[in-house]
């Protein structure tokens, strides 16, 4: 059995606290995990453990905005899963980041002023 570095398991962690209709991005993600240049070590980590730790690969999009996999190459259902969770696409299929990013720090702040923490 491999054993995962500190960054690899942060960015799973990362990536399970997406909530339901937010998003996260690449950079982002590797950022909050410790290794701002790490972008493309958080794309090989969705690509190689999604099954593995059942990861919501799709809250994950690029830094324009948009979903980063080709058409007919798993962007069609990227979309309809971010959809079905309230996620809006204007006409040129970007995610209005004002709206749908996650802030993990703004929403466990929302979080503890909703429960009196």
């Known amino acids: 059995m491999t054993k995962r570095s500190t960054f690899s398991n942060e960015v799973i962690n990362i990536i399970k606290s997406i909530p339901k209709g937010k998003v996260a991005t690449y950079g982002q993600i590797a950022a909050l995990a410790g290794n701002p240049r ?22 994950v999009v690029n830094s324009q905005r948009r979903i980063s996999l080709p058409k007919e190459g798993g962007y069609e259902e990227q979309k309809m899963l971010l959809i079905s969770e309230g996620v809006v696409f204007d006409s040129l299929d970007r995610i209005d980041f004002h709206q749908f990013l996650w802030n993990p720090l703004t929403d466990k702040i929302g979080e503890i002023d909703k429960n009196g923490i």
């Open 38 to 59: 790490g972008a493309r070590q958080v794309t090989w980590l969705l690509h190689s453990a999604t099954e593995k730790e059942n990861l919501p690969w799709h809250r």
